[in-house]
């Protein structure tokens, strides 16, 4: 069973801020559309959109990036 929060847009939104604010990593958007698939994909979402944002588990892959993207 997937578990899932809730997340109202707000002016200006987009899945990639989204996803970096929820998990701190702007490409990790195509999970919050696939969890969406009623919401148009727009550049810019409308204010007041009901998303639902998946729980993922967020591994820890700093020792897997290059130095200069520590």
């Not at 490409?27 to 727009?42: F, G, K, L, R, S």
């Not at 204010?47 to 897997?64: A, M, N």
Request: hydrophobic letters at 40%.
């Amino acid at each position: 069973m997937n578990q899932y929060i809730e997340y109202i847009t707000k002016e200006g939104d987009r899945w990639d801020l989204i996803a970096y604010d929820l998990y701190g990593d702007a490409t990790m958007y195509e999970p919050i559309i696939v969890a969406n698939p009623d919401v148009p994909i727009y550049p810019v979402l409308p204010s007041g959109i009901k998303l639902k944002i998946p729980v993922i588990e967020i591994k820890d892959t700093i020792e897997e990036l290059p130095p200069w993207k520590r």
